[in-house]
């Protein structure tokens, strides 16, 4: 190519760029963001990178969501973001930055191949293909917490309808796309009846729509040990947001390492893309960490642009390099590697097999164009609404019937004592010594008409009687029926 050619084509190539915003990160971060935009620029990627600083630098500077204003700016003009991971500084007061652009943004999907890559990555579990698809912004992540007495924290855990049908049927559009014969659903509905129970009845809802695909519902705990044990017999899993925190990262071991497991965070209109490991500052600067957690997901964001081509020579080149044995410290193994590398050097080797395909492993075949999925609610449901108690919680130290007994003389004319729980297990009336109690005591008022409605005016001055009796409120849920039916748990014991 002569000068005037070069400069024609490097014209085209810049109109044909796709603007992507970038964060370095902390500890490994700028290391392995290094090694894979050097990979994917080598393979053709037409990028156009904005850089933003997010993370360990900005918290220092006395911003606690450890983002800027101006890089807000940026991940809303590209929507799309290849981030590098970033060290939360310990200690209160900071919020995860993760977390934050997640929900920021709506990213609602966070989508986690798990595989194993047998026999050049040492495994237990040779044939494991599992995609986790976890719930990203609801569950115990809203940081929504309080202490409300000397002995009580608690933390809020939010499950919500519309976020958990469009997370399961991205789950269900997923497989579908990538020709997965199997959606797998974990929740521990027979504990938390009403928020995993939403979860796993809105998935057997919405698997009826999608006749062509398995659909099954496991219990987390003993789904989890299956995974453990038999992850060849799972395929896609959907599952809450703390159950996929954990499960992922399980997965992404047992198939190999956590270093080689690149993750996608799926919102409407901007999507971010990571490893799913952290900052590990312990080999910060030393060459020594595997870019491939990285470079996967960056594979994942060339296929979200429209890039399949790209994706599919990176992707390929890797696995090469994989099945030729070149591996960083944490995949080395003396009976199967052939060489022990420096991050870097992993890259060059990469590099090197741009245009090859593996000859063990499978090579990947990506579309050159893909639209993304999107989704569309569909549930719709309208129930009528009711007003039938309250559930007082009081900070107090004593016997359960003492409490009980000075507040069935406050309740009143329209509002009876029904109950009080400590930590959930019912104590009044009829509680046993045994029964361990703390100083955060539910106490349940309904109508004294079973059944019936009750007014807020009634609810309020119970309130004010609570406080004159020097049993004042630490906090209050109202109890709501929706078309009759409890929108409230019963007490352990009731
Ligand atoms: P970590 O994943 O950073 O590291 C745990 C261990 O895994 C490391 O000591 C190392 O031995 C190994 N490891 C991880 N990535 C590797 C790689 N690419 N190559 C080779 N070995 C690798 O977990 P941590 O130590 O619990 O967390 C460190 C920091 O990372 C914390 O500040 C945490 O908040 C943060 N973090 C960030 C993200 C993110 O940005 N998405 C995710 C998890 C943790």
Same mark, same amino acid.
């Not at 990178?49 to 606690?64: A, L, M, P």
């Given at each position: 190519?002569?000068?005037?050619?070069?400069?024609?084509?490097?014209?085209?190539?810049? +109109?044909?760029?796709?603007?992507?915003?970038?964060?370095?990160?902390?500890?490994?971060?700028?290391?392995?963001?290094?090694?894979?935009?050097?990979?994917?620029?080598?393979?053709?990627?037409?990028?156009?990178?904005?850089?933003?600083?997010?993370?360990? +630098?900005?918290?220092?500077?006395?911003?606690?969501?450890?983002?800027?204003?101006?890089?807000?700016?940026?991940?809303?003009?590209?929507?799309?973001?290849?981030?590098?991971?970033?060290?939360?500084?310990?200690?209160?007061?900071?919020?995860?930055?993760?977390?934050?652009?997640?929900?920021?943004?709506?990213?609602?999907?966070?989508?986690?191949? #798990?595989?194993?890559?047998?026999?050049?990555?040492?495994?237990?579990?040779?044939?494991?293909?599992?995609?986790?698809?976890?719930?990203?912004?609801?569950?115990?992540?809203?940081?929504?917490?309080?202490?409300?007495?000397?002995?009580?924290?608690?933390?809020?855990?939010?499950?919500?309808?519309?976020?958990?049908?469009?997370?399961?049927?991205?789950?269900?559009?997923?497989?579908?796309?990538?020709?997965?014969?199997?959606?797998? #659903?974990?929740?521990?509905?027979?504990?938390?009846?009403?928020?995993?129970?939403?979860?796993?009845?809105?998935? !057997?809802?919405?698997?009826? +729509?999608?006749?062509?695909?398995?659909?099954?519902?496991?219990?987390?705990?003993?789904?989890?040990?299956?995974?453990?044990?038999?992850? +060849?017999?799972?395929?896609?899993?959907?599952?809450?947001?703390?159950?996929?925190?954990?499960?992922?990262?399980?997965?992404?071991?047992?198939?190999?390492?956590?270093?080689?497991?690149?993750?996608?965070?799926?919102?409407?209109?901007?999507?971010?893309?990571?490893?799913?490991?952290?900052?590990?500052?312990?080999?910060?600067?030393?060459?020594?960490?595997?870019?491939?957690?990285?470079?996967?997901?960056?594979?994942?964001?060339?296929?979200?642009?429209?890039?399949?081509?790209?994706?599919?020579?990176?992707?390929?080149?890797?696995?090469?390099?994989?099945?030729?044995?070149?591996?960083?410290?944490?995949?080395?193994?003396? !009976?199967?590697?052939?060489?022990?590398?420096?991050?870097?050097?992993?890259?060059?080797?990469?590099?090197?097999?741009?245009?090859?395909?593996?000859?063990?492993?499978?090579?990947?075949?990506?579309?050159?164009?893909?639209?993304?999925?999107?989704?569309?609610?569909?549930?719709?449901?309208?129930?009528?609404?009711?007003?039938?108690?309250?559930?007082?919680?009081?900070?107090?130290?004593?016997?359960?019937?003492?409490?009980?007994?000075?507040?069935?003389?406050?309740?009143?004319?329209?509002?009876?004592?029904?109950?009080?729980?400590?930590?959930?297990?019912?104590?009044?009336?009829?509680?046993?010594?045994?029964?361990?109690?703390?100083?955060?005591?539910? #106490?349940?008022?309904?109508?004294?008409?079973?059944?019936?409605?009750?007014?807020?005016?009634?609810?309020?001055?119970?309130?004010?009687?609570?406080?004159?009796?020097?049993?004042?409120?630490?906090?209050?849920?109202?109890?709501?029926?929706?078309?009759?039916?409890?929108?409230?748990?019963?007490?352990?014991?009731?």
């Amino acid at each position: 190519m002569d000068s005037e050619d070069r400069s024609q084509f490097d014209r085209t190539q810049l +109109e044909n760029s796709v603007p992507i915003t970038v964060a370095n990160g902390d500890g490994i971060g700028p290391e392995i963001m290094k090694a894979t935009l050097r990979i994917i620029k080598a393979a053709g990627a037409r990028l156009k990178i904005e850089e933003i600083q997010v993370g360990e +630098e900005v918290y220092k500077r006395g911003i606690s969501s450890g983002i800027e204003p101006s890089a807000w700016e940026s991940l809303r003009r590209t929507r799309v973001f290849l981030k590098a991971p970033i060290t939360t500084p310990e200690g209160g007061g900071y919020k995860s930055l993760n977390v934050t652009v997640r929900k920021t943004l709506g990213l609602y999907a966070n989508v986690r191949p #798990c595989q194993s890559y047998d026999p050049f990555i040492k495994t237990k579990h040779p044939g494991m293909d599992v995609v986790i698809v976890r719930e990203n912004e609801e569950d115990l992540y809203g940081g929504i917490e309080h202490r409300q007495t000397e002995d009580v924290f608690q933390c809020l855990k939010l499950i919500t309808r519309p976020g958990t049908e469009r997370l399961i049927r991205y789950g269900f559009e997923y497989a579908r796309r990538y020709r997965r014969h199997k959606v797998t #659903c974990f929740t521990k509905d027979n504990i938390m009846k009403m928020t995993d129970g939403l979860f796993h009845k809105v998935f !057997d809802e919405v698997a009826k +729509e999608y006749p062509d695909i398995q659909s099954e519902h496991w219990i987390v705990d003993i789904g989890a040990a299956k995974l453990a044990d038999r992850p +060849e017999d799972f395929d896609v899993i959907v599952l809450p947001n703390l159950y996929g925190d954990i499960l992922s990262d399980v997965a992404a071991q047992i198939a190999g390492s956590v270093g080689i497991a690149g993750s996608s965070n799926i919102g409407d209109s901007v999507a971010m893309f990571e490893a799913i490991h952290g900052s590990a500052p312990r080999r910060a600067g030393q060459n020594m960490a595997n870019p491939s957690g990285l470079l996967l997901a960056a594979v994942q964001m060339l296929v979200h642009i429209g890039q399949g081509d790209v994706a599919s020579r990176v992707h390929n080149a890797w696995l090469k390099t994989i099945e030729d044995g070149i591996h960083t410290y944490d995949i080395y193994n003396k !009976d199967i590697s052939m060489e022990k590398v420096g991050t870097s050097e992993f890259a060059d080797a990469v590099i090197e097999r741009i245009g090859m395909k593996p000859t063990v492993l499978k090579a990947v075949d990506y579309p050159s164009k893909l639209e993304p999925i999107k989704i569309t609610l569909k549930i719709k449901n309208k129930a009528k609404k009711e007003l039938v108690g309250i559930d007082v919680f009081i900070d107090w130290e004593g016997d359960p019937n003492e409490l009980g007994r000075r507040l069935e003389k406050i309740s009143g004319d329209d509002l009876k004592l029904v109950m009080i729980t400590n930590r959930g297990t019912k104590v009044y009336p009829d509680g046993i010594p045994e029964t361990f109690c703390v100083d955060h005591w539910r #106490c349940r008022f309904q109508s004294r008409v079973n059944g019936n409605r009750v007014q807020y005016e009634d609810l309020i001055s119970l309130q004010s009687r609570l406080v004159d009796s020097g049993l004042p409120a630490v906090k209050t849920e109202g109890l709501y029926t929706f078309d009759g039916k409890p929108g409230y748990s019963l007490g352990q014991g009731q």
